[in-house]
Every structure is written in C-alpha cells, then in structure tokens.
C-alpha cells in the first residue's frame, strides 16, 4: 500500500480506518502533491506521523545537475533502491519536465541508453506523479502556485509498456486536487505500439501523441528499433490518423538523425511520402551519441539541409533546440553512468 497512488478521497478512507479523522487524509495528500517528505510536514502531530510511515511515499532527488543553458536533470530515488530521471526545461512559455515511465526499458532501440540494461520495472503511478511533485517543490512550486507547466512521457521506458499505471498518472495530475497540469498539455512519446495508440484514442484524453520513427522503411527501422518487427511504419501512421479522427490532436512525429542511417536526401523525400496530407509536425532531433553504441551523430549542416528538403515538399518540420547537453541530456544516460 503506497498513498502516492491514492486520490485524497481513498486516503481520507484509509485514515478513517485507522482511526483518524478525516481532515488528516486531506493534509496527507496536501502534503504529497506539494513535494513533502514526512519530516518536512509541518502540520502532522508524531503520533500520526508515526502510524502512516509505512504508506507515506519515500521518494527523494538522489541527485541535481544543472546545465550552462538552465536545464535541470535529477536523479530520482525510489523506495527500493531504483533510480530514474526526470529533467526539467525552461521557454518562454514555461517550464517542461519530461519525466520516467520505467526503470530501463525493453524496446532495445539502439540510438538509446535506456535499454541497455532492459527493463527493471514498470514504475507505478504514484512514482510517475512523485517526480513531478518533487521537481515541482524544488523549483519553489507548490499545490497552488505550480512551477511545472508542461509535462512530456519522455524519459526512461516506453509508455505504451506500461498502459494501466500511465493512464492513472495522466488522469491524477490533471485532476483539481493534484497539480490540475491541462491534459492538453501533456504528451505521450512512443515507439509505437499500435493496439495501445487505439486505445489511448478511446480514452479521448486529448493529450499530444509522439511518434518516434526514426527511420523510412520497415527494413530500415527493424536494423535500430526492434519493435518495427511487430508494427509496420504504415500500421503506426495510419493508428496516428485514427488518433487525430478521434482526437482532433495533429501528431507529432520524432526523427533522430543519425549520420549515415536515415539522414540521406532519398530519407527526406521518403518521410515526405509518408507523411503527405497527415496532421502531424516533425520534430527532427540530432542523436545524443550513447558511447555504448557505434552511431554517431549528423552534422548540423545535413540537418538544415535535412529539414528544409521536408518543408520544401510541404511537410511542416523544425530542428528541435538540443539542451542539457552537458549533463548527459538524453534518456537513460545518467541513470547509467550512476548505477555501474
Ligand atoms: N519509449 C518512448 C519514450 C522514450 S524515448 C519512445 O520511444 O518515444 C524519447 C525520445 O528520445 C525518443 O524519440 C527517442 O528515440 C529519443 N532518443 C533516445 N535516445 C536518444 C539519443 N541518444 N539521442 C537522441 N534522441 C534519443
């Protein structure tokens, strides 16, 4: 029993229960979506404190680092040990964390530093919303005055591998008690686990769907992203078509460059055909290189060239503004420099 996955309704009954009054579940959640740590609840008495050590959440920043341009990246412990991470941007429009789904991942994309070591465990939701709310308390935010305004599912893990707990997450974070973040802006990166992007549809959530293509073909795609296996690039696309009929929410599309792979002039006019006519914007990324790996990333020249090849057949693209780059920005690197 952990109350980090409890709505403050299950709490106040969870406390009745136990002999307290009701108004002590209310500061119990209070506590937790404002980023708290037992000792620091000012508005307990011991003796309650004492009776609810056992579920009060026990998440903690391990670790902060702080990069030239002002991202932040944190380390996030959790109860048994495991460790995720979770960084925080600042625009002009406000502040973006991209947090963690799993511990590890299982999608084996070889671009990526998450999968080196597979999948741990899936995280609950209560650990998805506790790297929010610590983050969000450590940037001086609290319930009220919230420092956090956008959230992306980007992070360690794959999203869609851990459905039931994602979804809980989404619907706790946007509900009034908790940080009430606009569902709109939130956003969901997958591989692309097709069943579950018809599933997200049903769920009619509103929220932003991330595709990471990564390459043009199928054949392609299967040499760095196992799960191009399962999933065709058409029955991914065409999932995506049915997400926005549904949704009404253009896609986005998340193209790494990798030098040599999939950044040729014949790779922009085949994104370009299979995108022509859909709702959707690319993101083109430049790889972070995972020293693990033997792919290197493409010069900011073939990058330009790369993107304006795809405006120029009508495909809406732009070069996404690389940050944190000093602090190991991309997914699953400082995890793993932390646990060899
Ligand atoms: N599993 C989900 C979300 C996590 S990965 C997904 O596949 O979308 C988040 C994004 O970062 C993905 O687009 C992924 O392809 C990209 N990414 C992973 N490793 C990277 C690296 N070393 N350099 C650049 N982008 C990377």
């Known amino acids: 029993m952990?109350?980090?996955?409890?709505?403050?309704?299950?709490?106040c009954d969870y406390v009745v229960d136990l002999q307290m009054p009701k108004f002590r579940g209310k500061q119990i959640h209070q506590s937790i979506v404002n980023g708290l740590s037992l000792e620091e609840i000012t508005v307990l008495p011991?003796?309650?404190?004492?009776?609810?050590?056992?579920?009060?959440?026990?998440h903690k920043i391990y670790k902060k680092l702080i990069s030239k341009d002002?991202?932040?990246?944190?380390?996030?412990?959790?109860?048994?040990?495991?460790i995720v991470e979770c960084v925080l941007m600042s625009y002009k429009y406000g502040n973006t964390i991209c947090v963690s789904t799993q511990v590890g991942c299982r999608m084996g994309c070889k671009f990526c530093a998450s999968t080196l070591q597979g999948l741990n465990r899936n995280l609950t939701a209560g650990e998805i919303l506790g790297q929010i709310y610590l983050v969000n308390k450590d940037n001086g935010g609290n319930k009220k005055n919230r420092v956090i305004?956008?959230?992306?599912?980007?992070?360690?893990?794959?999203?869609?591998?851990?459905?039931?707990?994602?979804?809980?997450?989404?619907?706790?974070?946007?509900?009034?008690?908790s940080l009430n973040i606009s569902k709109r802006n939130i956003s969901l990166s997958t591989c692309g686990l097709v069943d579950k992007i018809d599933q997200l549809a049903e769920k009619n959530y509103g929220i932003s769907l991330t595709i990471s293509l990564h390459a043009t073909s199928d054949d392609e795609r299967k040499k760095i992203m196992p799960v191009a296996n399962r999933w065709s690039i058409?029955?991914?696309?065409?999932?995506?078509?049915?997400?926005?009929?549904k949704t009404g929410r253009r896609f986005y599309i998340e193209y790494t460059l990798v030098n040599g792979v999939n950044d040729s002039k014949e790779d922009a006019l085949r994104l370009s055909?299979?995108?022509?006519?859909?709702?959707?914007h690319v993101n083109l990324i430049m790889l972070n290189p995972v020293k693990e790996r033997d792919l290197k990333a493409t010069s900011r020249q073939n990058a330009e060239i790369f993107c304006k090849k795809l405006n120029d057949?009508?495909?809406?693209?732009?070069?996404?503004?690389?940050?944190?780059?000093?602090?190991?920005?991309?997914?699953?690197?400082?995890r793993n420099k932390f646990i060899k």
């Open 2 to 11: 952990d109350f980090a996955n409890l709505t403050e309704q299950q709490i």
């Open 46 to 58: 011991k003796d309650i404190k004492e009776k609810i050590i056992d579920f009060y959440p026990k």
């Open 70 to 82: 002002g991202t932040k990246k944190y380390l996030i412990e959790f109860a048994d040990g495991n």
């Open 149 to 177: 305004t956008n959230i992306v599912l980007m992070g360690s893990g794959e999203p869609f591998d851990n459905f039931e707990n994602v979804c809980q997450f989404i619907e706790m974070i946007s509900s009034e008690e």
């Open 234 to 245: 058409k029955e991914i696309l065409d999932a995506c078509d049915r997400y926005f009929a």
């Open 273 to 280: 055909n299979l995108l022509k006519g859909k709702v959707c």
């Open 313 to 334: 057949y009508g495909i809406s693209a732009t070069i996404r503004r690389s940050m944190g780059e000093d602090i190991s920005g991309s997914c699953g690197q400082l």
